[in-house]
């Protein structure tokens, strides 16, 4: 049901009277309460998502309405009503929270805020949304950041002349739009449409439009980028990974993982904060293989592999299942698996250790052996987000919403079962979260990531390192 057919069908349910016999006072009183202990759990579950719906609000005005006029014939409902006022009051004032200038400096001060890598509590994430940046830095590699939704060009070059050391001044961003055209975006120009989406594809590019680094043909520089990953502790990396991937979980709402498997709304708004996780997922992946595959000396490569694969035990220890699989799939796709002299340096209690890691990402037998691994954690952890979406999506699919016109409670119950994981995953017991402090250096490296994402280029820096006997 959309929005409004529900908001329609309680009024209907809660005004109507029995066609056939006589309903008599007790039977209509316990009518209207169930209608409004529905409404209750309805927008306490749901706040964040109906704030916002002009059908929400009509309804609970005019809900709000009709309870007050049968007060006098069923005093009983005087607890009911105060609880709905509450909120509709609530309701209310977020609404008009949304348009206070205080509300708007506030979220002005947050978008031109690019160190501020937190992201707002469910109460507040409508107005502060963030979102994983790509910005083009060569023709087939980019730098990942996460930035506010309302981020200006200026601010975007800044972050990016920063992390490249090149002087902002010398810089320009340019957004290649399909079929091919080219936008000049100008320092106060916006980056994302209302839609959170870029209004293209995002390239930082010299002032002459070329690119800002060499395609990968200076040794020099990727020693230096090898020598910089070698050099970080991998518990403090594996820290901060958890750290930014725990933020954005932790805003998550449960109702995501249904908006994104139904497709119900066209924008993405309902769904930011697990789009944000799945994008991250497959950076970190990307990251993992760039690092390795840029890593020009076979010593310093099995160095990397052995720091990757301390890294993934870390993440599993700190209960970070998601980045944890990212990390595995990244060291098992085409172009790092088949390094096979790379591979026979490791020593064998890596080689051992990353077996076992292995195991735990074996498809087998419905992914038998994460679940288990996953159900003996103790919460707060971070699940496999991609797996969560293939249950529900299998269960959507596999079963009908109606039979004979009814509904089919059973399916909707275990979509239900599947989608409170997230909510029993962010208990938080031990009263501050999964988080930990990480070194600065570490969170600047992790939050600003530069990945090749062409399979190809991947690819021929694999067979460029081993070529093909």
Known sequence: MSTSDLCQALLGHYCTKRHRGKEDRKEALERKRKVLHMVSQWVALCKDFLREDEHVKLFMKTLCRYVLDDLYEHPALEKDVRELQRLYQLHRRHAVDEYSPQRKSKALFHQLSLRENGLQSRGTQSETKEVLCHVYITIDSYLGMRVHAGILAQELLQAVAERMDVPQGELVLVAVTYPGGRLLLQPQDRVFSDSLRPVGRLHACRKDLGEVLNPFTDNSELQQRTARMLSLNTWDVAVALTNFDWTIFDSMHEQELVYFTFNRHASSSHTVALELLLQRCNEVQLWVMTEVLLCPTLCKRVQLIKKFI?????????????????????????????????????????????????????????????????????????????????DITFIHEGNKTFHDNLVNFEKLHMIADTVRLIRQCQKDHMGNGITQKSSSEVRAYIDYLHIIDNQQTLFELSHRLEPRA
């Open 310 to 390: 301390k890294i993934a035990a870390h993440c599993k220890a700190q209960r970070n299942l998601h980045c944890f699989f990212a990390i595995i799939l990244g060291l098992n796709t085409a172009a790092v698996s088949r390094l096979s002299q790379t591979w026979e340096k490791i020593p064998g209690k890596f080689k051992k250790l990353f077996s076992e890691l292995e195991t735990i990402t074996d498809p087998s037998l419905n992914h038998k052996a994460y679940r288990d691994s996953f159900k003996k954690m103790k919460a707060p952890k971070i699940p496999f987000l991609p797996l969560l979406l293939k």
